[in-house]
Structure formats: C-alpha cells, structure tokens
C-alpha cells in the first residue's frame, strides 16, 4: 500500500514506520533533525512554506503523528497551526485526492483532572494547557470529517508512551527516560509527594495499536495505555531497585499537571482487537534491554 506518515521522524512516527517500510511504499513528513529512517519513498522537509501537496495525493492510509506536544507551551495560535489548522488542511487534501483511511494520534490530555480511569464518550474533556485544548478541537474535526467525507477516520489517545526513539525531544521525553538518566547518575527528582500516578504505555504497544487502527473498518476515538497506572514513587523502585531515594521539589505548574492517568481500555480491546502486551515492568526491562544494544552498536 501507499502510505504517508506525517511526524514520521519523531518519537512514535519512526518506530511506526519501520514497522511499514519492508512492505509499503511509505512517504515521510519530518524533520532531518529528528530520526533517520532507510527505505521510504519519498521524505517531505517541513519548512514554514508547509509541504509539497503533489506527494500526498493517492496514498492508500494516512498515519497522522505529527504534533507540537509540548505541554508547557501556552501559545494557543502555534499550538493551533500545527495541532489543528494543519491537520485540516491535511486531511482535507488527502481525502479529495483519495485516501480512505486516517489514523492520528490523539491525547489523555484532553481529559485534563477529570476522574480516572478515563472512558471515551463519558468522561469530561477538562483540557488543563493549550496542547490538550488542541487535541480536544482536532477530535471533534476528525469525526465530523470522518462523517461528511465517508472515510474511516480512527483517533488514539496515547497515554503516557516511552520508549526507543524518544532521544531528540529534550524536556519534553518521558519521565521513565528521565528517570533512567537520573538514577544512574546516582539521584532521582520526583514532584512532592511522588504519589502522582500515570498509565504508562510502551512504544512497541503504540506501534500495534496503529496497526490494529489501520485495519479497523469503521470510525471511532480509542484509549491507548494499559489501565495499570502506576506512581512516580513506584517507578523509582522498578528502575533503581528498593534503595533507590528521591529528591522531592515542588511543582512549579501544579494548577496545569495530570495527577492521576489512566485509561480504561476496554472499548479498544473489543472494537481494534489490541490489547497491551507490555506492562510497566516487562516495558521498562525491554526498554533497557533496547538502550544497551544501541549503546554496544
């Protein structure tokens, strides 16, 4: 199949594309600082003048993962241009030239502070930064669009991912990674009381979960994570074992921090056939496990 896969050099994008290029024609929407990926047709260099349109016409699927994700970055219009403006022009442009099927990624985000575990279509949409407020605004796109255009258009709202490939994000990788920094350099630096939980979802879980999306007929917004959160405090003693202590600092964002994520996946289990595969501990082993081979090449 044609496949384009817009963020296809970030974080999630690069580990889903080489999942796709031994049997698909797959084109790229990135970025040359991020991931370097052999084997695509065709690499588009986002640049302020935007793409050129012409490669996006006839793809088979679009997987779009292409996103500020920065959550400490309030600027509501930047967040828009790339977050939803962009997409929409995107999808708009993809579908008149006749692609069919569109997976994206969405966010936990949207669902701010509400009550966990999270339900789709039940729990509220509190967004607590202008990244979720974003996501919330493309959500309620894609599905309109999915409506009027007469395509399949499935949305995933990832958890809290980690994993390989996350090494050019800076301050914005997950905490696991920063955690894995922090304790081998001898000190681990939690928000008090470090009693925070999250749903921790592994990278190569992400991965077969857009594939389970792209073989879906029909439309639809799904929770991705493992329904299994657990606390910064507990994730210290799974990474640097039971002697492990934390630094405790307060948290200079507190009004505008998830304290608890966690997502009920059930509706997912049942309508894409996917489940997790990786839990916390069996995640972060074979995380470790990756970061030592790519240390070794």
């Known amino acids: ?13 690069s580990n889903l594309v080489k999942s796709l290029v031994d049997e698909h024609e797959v084109t790229v929407v990135g970025c040359q600082t991020e991931c370097k990926i052999p084997g695509i047709k065709k690499f588009l260099q986002l640049s302020l003048e935007g793409i050129d349109w012409r490669h996006v016409y006839g793809q088979d699927i679009c997987f779009h993962q292409a996103a500020n994700n920065d959550t400490l970055d309030e600027d509501q219009d930047e967040m828009w241009r790339a977050n939803v403006y962009g997409p929409i022009k995107l999808f708009t442009t993809m579908a008149s030239g006749g692609c069919k099927k569109f997976v994206y990624a969405s966010s936990t985000a949207v669902y701010g502070n ?5 339900v789709v279509g039940e729990t509220a949409k509190e967004p607590l930064n202008a990244y979720g407020r974003s996501k919330k605004a493309f959500d309620e796109f894609a599905m309109k669009f999915a409506e009027t255009k007469k395509v399949d258009v499935i949305g995933l709202r990832y958890c809290n991912i980690y994993g390989v490939g996350e090494e050019h994000k800076g301050h914005r990788r997950s905490y696991i990674t920063q955690l894995i920094e922090q304790i081998a350099k001898g000190k681990a630096k939690l928000f008090k009381d470090g009693e925070q939980k999250r749903d921790w979802i592994y990278i190569k879980d992400v991965v077969a979960a857009n594939l389970a999306a792209a073989r879906y007929e029909g439309s639809g917004i799904f929770n991705i994570g493992t329904g299994q959160p657990v606390t910064f405090n507990e994730l210290v003693k799974i990474i640097g074992g039971d002697s492990c202590e934390a630094i405790y600092v307060d948290n200079p964002k507190e009004a505008a921090y998830q304290n608890h994520t966690e997502c009920d996946i059930s509706a997912t289990k049942k309508e894409l056939g996917w489940s997790p595969k990786f839990h916390v501990q069996e995640g972060i082993n074979d995380f470790v496990n990756e970061l030592r081979k790519n240390e070794a090449c």
């Open 1 to 13: 199949m044609k496949i384009l896969v817009t963020g296809g050099t970030g974080f999630v994008g």
């Open 114 to 118: 509400s009550p966990a575990p999270y």
